[in-house]
């Protein structure tokens, strides 16, 4: 099951304009929530914004990579506190791939949308203005932004006779 999940499973950046329901968002949530974290210690947190206006000021984040966000009927925001834990970015990078497959799994599409080490403008970062827009407190991080809601595009899974296989190597670097 998990297998044919992620053979499908492709960045979505069109949306109808379809708004997610409560529940399906209630699930997305409690998916987060149960992502594994160093330690047990999770760092992370989340914003779910559903608020158009909102969601039109996020889409403005950084200059590429972001603007498709306000065709989007949800994001979810991933912050992560780095006094919790030293792998913080790591523990909201999982968190948001399991956004991302359980917005598959219920029929809906994703994009991860990246902010932290990104820049707004010549003056400020991704996660500078993310933090003004959203009141974060000062010690939470944003890691990401994943962009969710119903899928107004196709694209066909990645062939398995396309993937990567020279990357793979056995016991050793170089080893095929």
Known sequence: MFL????KRRSIRKFKDQQVEEKKIETLVEVALR?????????????????RDC??????????????????PLGIVV??????????????SIASIFIHLAAES???GSCWIQIRERMHNDEQTAGGYVSQLLLLPEHLEVESIVAVGYPDEQKPGHK???????RIHRNAYGNK
Do not use: Y
């Open 160 to 166: 398995k006779k396309d993937l990567p296989f020279d």
């Open 4 to 7: 044919s999940l992620i053979e």
């Open 106 to 108: 219920l029929g809906l």
């Open 35 to 51: 992502s594994p974290s160093s330690m047990s210690r999770n760092p992370w947190e989340f914003i779910v914004v559903n608020d």
């Open 79 to 92: 912050c992560g506190d780095p006094v919790k834990c030293d792998v913080w970015v790591e523990d909201c």
């Open 55 to 72: 969601l039109v000021k996020l889409s403005q984040s950084k200059p590429h990579g972001s603007t498709f966000l306000k065709g989007a």
